[in-house]
């Protein structure tokens, strides 16, 4: 599965894989010193232990970050969406209603790839938990959502490109 992401996003990621790399060679090589230092006391063989499950955690980071990067794919806002669907780099208007509370309300907000959130002007990475049930989606199309706040039935009322 594709991961749509900044050329900023992507060089941070790659920049975050290398200092995993570092971070766990350093752990291997305080592994391999309490290993050689092992006098059979208890002290040692927790330091032993305890570096065991650093390693295994950093290699769980690194492989993970490396999956990932595997799969992105750099966007730009040339692309637009497509003017009848929910995509990268639109507009969305939506009328939500709380299923738990009755609360109904309209929003807007913009969809960006990862890298280019700014939550303050309401503009959300497509994969965030409220929103990526609404890719593709049309104008009349309705979504339910489960999200902290409750269920949420949220019903698209137009999509304009950014």
């Known amino acids: 599965m594709k991961i749509f992401v900044t050329e900023k996003y992507k060089k941070n990621a790659l920049d975050k894989i290398t200092q995993l ?12 010193i309490s290993f050689e230092g092992d006098t059979n006391t208890w002290h040692d063989n927790f330091a032993y232990e305890n570096l065991t499950r650093q390693e295994k955690l950093a290699e769980d980071r690194l492989f993970k970050a490396m999956k990932d990067a ?7 806002n040339v692309l637009g969406c497509v003017p009848d669907a929910v995509g990268l780099y639109c507009w969305v208007k939506v009328a939500q209603e709380n299923l738990e509370t009755g609360e109904e309300t309209e929003k807007v907000f ?12 309401k503009i959300f990475a497509y994969n965030s938990p409220a929103v990526c049930s609404l890719m593709g989606a049309k104008i009349g199309d309705e979504r339910v959502v489960k999200i902290p706040i409750g269920t949420l039935k949220i019903t698209i009322l137009s999509i304009e490109t950014m």
């Open 110 to 121: 913009g969809l960006v790839p990862l890298g280019d959130e700014d939550y303050g002007k």
């Open 70 to 76: 595997e799969n992105f794919e750099v966007c730009s």
């Open 21 to 32: 790399q570092k971070e766990l060679e350093n752990i291997r090589h305080e592994k391999n």
